[in-house]
């Protein structure tokens, strides 16, 4: 847990894979005989995120928590392109890799996403699946995005690209300088929690500044992207039991509410309290607790 430090801990074990000639990168947290479980981090972020998340798992699951394309210590794809079809395929790849058999999952944001198209395309493959406010823009959102002229969101997109063509990544002095940067993205993050997270995202300069891990690309948003039908024809297709969870003090809207939920076999979902955007790190002892009792049950 955060914050304690009479308890030594054991880091995992890292290793590669290959999927359409990148390098990428996973954690494995050991416990092979357990039943495995596979934590997938959101954009712009990266395996070690899910550490405290890992470390009360393991005791039980197999956990492997992989470092996206793009991120972490994986390579950065050829181009800049990062669609969603592709990180499904990273999964996929790795899943064939490790020869899984079927397999829990939790996954935050754009993970989450990832992971419900990877069980509607392979609901055979997954035993549950916790999705963290996964489920894409609020319906709203999407109708905007959706409503742009699609030569308007190709303009955009491109104008987009050639702008991170010429971002030169931010170079922060010291670990706790970016670290400061990052809990002015999350203010529920504590010092500590914030400085965890930075020494696992950077890398370290030539000119002993540190910058993010992240490929900058990353930041873009395809002109093309699955619109809410044909997501709610993927969700459909997964069999296993799912959790949807958001926060309350978070921008997601309810997926009871906005009617996402209807096309799920067997969904419920439940609001954290106090939680934004990253619950797993904002009420850290809640959600195992409701994770717990989820895969329990």
Known sequence: MPGDSTVEIIGPSSSFYISQRLTLHYVDWGNES???MLLIHGGRDHARSWDWVARDLRRDYHVIAPDLR?????????GGMY???EFVFDVTQLVE???LPPFGIIAHSMGGAIALQFAGTYPERVSKLVAIEGMGPPPEMLVRYLGVPTWQRMHNWIEAMQKLAGRTPRRYPSIDAAARRMQDENLFLSAEQARHLTIHGVARNEDRTFSWKFDNYVR??????FDLEEMKSLWGRIRCPVLLIRGSESWA???EEDGRMEPFQD???ICIEGAGHWVHHDRLG???RVVRAFFDG
Do not use: C, N, T
């Open 34 to 36: 357990a039943p495995p």
């Open 267 to 269: 969904a419920r979902s």
């Open 83 to 85: 669609s969603q079809s």
């Open 253 to 255: 809207s309810d997926p």
């Open 70 to 78: 793009g991120h972490g210590d994986s390579d950065w794809a050829i």
């Open 220 to 225: 873009a948003f395809g002109p093309y992207r």
């Open 97 to 99: 890799a490790l020869e």
């Open 286 to 288: 809640e959600f195992l």
